[in-house]
């Protein structure tokens, strides 16, 4: 709560503007006010100091705060946001379920339709979700690294999905087994929540993606697949090949050849077989379409950190 907010003027007044100003925020802790430190102000600006007691502010050193460190069962150190993002004691009731697992390219976590097993929260690599048609075709609707979960229909008390769930990047994570998510869920509030809005912001993922494909280039989509697999990895360099990005894009791979070419033309990616290397990620963001600002907005307001 910084000084200029209407709350703070009415229980302080401005007599005591220059002892909050600018150090002071709204947190859970308290400020301690020692009256004998402030003992040459008028009564009445300490009786306002006085009300401040218990009303969740916070005196701070401007030194960020440090986390602690959040471990699986076997003591590694855990890198999901989600994961990171619930309360300490939420977190403890999930410690024990959740299984370290490695996760290779091309591994499915689960198939479109079929029974749920697990539910997956990826430390490193990527995952991308896939509509399957019946001729065999296949265009990926969202994809997910540490950032969220693999296994959203769990988290509303669904057994199965619309989509299939691969790794198209290797990677690790953890994964719970979906009976034990479920229970778990159920004395979980926080963690509720914060999974509930991650499901919304993957549900509008999921249909921004579907108008990108339709309404814009195939360079503006293809730079903006290469910036959201970047932002979830954290790698310039990708080991993707065309005909893997035709079918993640919907489009053919001649099509992917071409817009590669394009963007290696202006020197925002080097693409060599089977690898594309980010050179340029501001010139990149200038090349792709809105709809990769519009996602990492959404991405923004899951709760996750």
């Not at 959040?70 to 009731?93: A, F, K």
Request: charged share 20%; proline share 4%; hydrophobic share 40%.
């Amino acid at each position: 709560m910084l000084w200029g907010d209407p709350e703070l003027q009415w229980r302080a007044g401005p007599a005591i503007a220059h002892l909050l100003h600018p150090c002071v925020r709204c947190r859970t802790d308290k400020l301690r006010i020692r009256p004998l430190a402030y003992a040459h102000l008028p009564k009445s600006c300490l009786k306002a100091c006085a009300s401040l007691q218990g009303s969740g502010v916070e005196r701070t050193t401007g030194r960020k705060e440090r986390k602690a460190i959040r471990t699986d069962s076997s003591g590694r150190r855990v890198q999901n946001s989600i994961l990171r993002s619930i309360p300490e004691g939420e977190y403890n009731l999930l410690r024990e379920y959740l299984e370290p697992t490695d996760l290779p390219a091309q591994h499915i976590l689960h198939e479109a339709g079929a029974r749920i097993d697990f539910a997956y929260f990826l430390n490193d690599g990527m995952a991308s979700l896939v509509v399957l048609t019946s001729d065999g075709r296949s265009v990926e609707v969202a994809i997910v690294g540490k950032e969220g979960i693999v296994g959203t229909p769990l988290v509303v008390g669904l057994s199965r999905g619309p989509h299939r769930a691969v790794m198209q990047i290797v990677g690790s994570g953890l994964r719970i087994k979906s009976a034990d998510l479920m229970e778990v869920l159920d004395s979980a509030p926080e963690m509720r929540l914060i999974w509930n809005r991650y499901v919304l912001v993957q549900g509008l993922q999921v249909a921004q993606i579907a108008a990108c494909n339709r309404l814009h280039d195939i360079e503006q989509r293809l730079a903006r697949w290469l910036l959201m697999c970047q932002d979830r990895i954290g790698s310039e360099t990708l080991l993707v090949t065309h005909e893997f990005l035709a079918q993640m894009l919907g489009t053919g791979r001649p099509s992917v050849s071409l817009a590669a070419g394009i963007l290696q033309g202006y020197a925002l990616i080097e693409n060599i077989r089977g690898t594309i290397t980010i050179l340029n990620r501001p010139g990149l963001e200038n090349a792709a379409c809105e709809c990769y600002f519009a996602m990492k907005h959404f991405n923004g307001g899951s709760g996750a950190q």
